[in-house]
């Protein structure tokens, strides 16, 4: 017996070495972290999991209340889904008022949900504000005017801006979230995203190739991070977070080097995700002031000639009789904009296996969008 417990730990010591001398130390503290902390998976409650920065708010102002709110009944189908694909709320905004929300597994209004990827739709609006404020020159501004490094890259001297957002960029990436051994559990993990990040070959030119990659977009978040002289977090607090009034401080995760993480994870409360989808369907206008240039949030939201479903990280739905725009996140994580309704819609949950369209679209968001319309 002794012979044989002696055997089974040195066999599992030789595979943890094998594991941390190919570079997937990170499952280690992978496991730490979610034995310690709450489940196994990814999860939209994983905010204590990972070290964070604020996103400070200011004056705080509420949601007007809608003279209905709370008074529409969700029919079967809506129900039934939302049921399915476990939701943790619910969050309904119609001509600038809170129509409904709703609240499941000991959430509530002031809960603070991860994002996700929806995270990579705010950092396209962040991009906005940069140019806006002069930092960046345009989208088609090159990668390699701020990291020089790509000036010697064949297909890296031409990456810009616009590449990143529009999931165009031809890094040797991967995207894959179903084993611990993906690119992206190491991004979600990672002690460095930025070494992650600049290790990557450009493989193809810029451009020529729509595929969705979480590291377009954690690189993009480190040229933002670099021409703002500022961390991104308190770039989101003086942009969004004070001048729409937010409810309640948000936090974005960052990995151990302080950085965050650009790709996903920002822990906000749905109603104030719903701000944020507001601004962008009123073109960047709020109370009167124009908090992104109108003429960037039309680019924002145009879809793009390799794919009409995706705009800069931000996804489309022309196809259908109600047209709409939505951030897309991990797990489920939507907020939907429906502009000839006036109607915003915040789903956050813990569904992994969504069904999509043959353009990658979550159905759940079809099936929000139009079941929501009919009865609000």
């Known amino acids: 017996m002794k012979k044989l417990i002696s055997t089974l730990i040195a066999g599992t010591a030789a ?38 920065r604020e996103v400070p708010n200011l004056h705080p102002q509420p949601w007007e209340k809608d003279a209905s709110y709370n008074s529409i009944i969700l029919n079967e189908n809506i129900l039934k889904d939302l049921t399915k694909t476990r939701a943790s709320s619910l969050v309904i905004i119609r001509d600038n008022k809170l129509l409904y929300e709703q609240y499941w597994k000991d959430h509530d209004a002031s809960s603070l949900m991860n994002s996700f990827s929806m995270a990579k739709g705010i950092l396209a609006i962040l991009v906005g504000c940069a140019i806006d404020d002069g930092y960046l020159k345009s989208e088609d501004q090159l990668v390699s ?33 179903h084993h611990p051994f993906a690119p992206n559990s190491k991004q979600y993990f990672v002690d460095d995203l ?96 124009q908090i992104i240039s109108k003429e960037y949030c039309q680019r924002l939201l145009a879809p793009t000639e390799l794919n009409d479903a995706f705009c800069y990280t931000i996804w489309a739905d022309d196809e259908s009789d109600i ?18 309704k006036k109607m915003v819609i915040v789903k956050t949950g813990f569904y992994n296996r969504l069904d999509v369209d043959k353009k990658q679209r979550p159905l759940q968001v079809k099936l929000l969008t139009d079941e929501l319309c009919k009865i609000c």
Not at 260 to 287: N, V, Y
């Open 15 to 52: 595979t943890a070495a094998v594991i941390y001398f190919s570079g997937y130390g990170y499952i280690f503290k992978a496991l730490a972290i979610n034995l310690k902390k709450g489940p196994f998976t990814p999860s939209t409650d994983d905010e204590e999991k990972f070290p964070s």
């Open 145 to 177: 005017s701020v990291f020089p490094v790509y000036k010697s890259s064949h297909f890296g001297k031409f990456l810009t801006i616009r590449h990143l957002m529009m999931m165009q960029a031809g890094l040797d990436w991967k995207e894959e979230y």
């Open 323 to 340: 047209k709409y725009r939505f951030f897309y996140g991990f797990l489920g994580q939507f907020i939907i904009m429906i502009p000839e």
């Open 194 to 289: 930025a070494e992650q990040a600049f290790n990557l070959e450009i493989k193809e030119m810029p451009g020529e190739k729509y595929e969705y990659q979480s590291a377009a977009a954690q690189l993009l978040g480190l040229v933002l991070k670099k021409v703002i002289g500022r961390e991104l977090s308190t770039y989101l607090s003086e942009k969004i977070w004070q001048p729409l009034g937010m409810e309640f401080s948000a936090k974005w995760s960052t990995d151990e080097k302080g950085m965050e993480k650009a790709f996903c994870c920002i822990h906000a409360t749905p109603r104030d995700f719903a701000k944020i989808g507001q601004l962008i369907m009123q073109s960047g206008s709020w109370e009167d002031k």
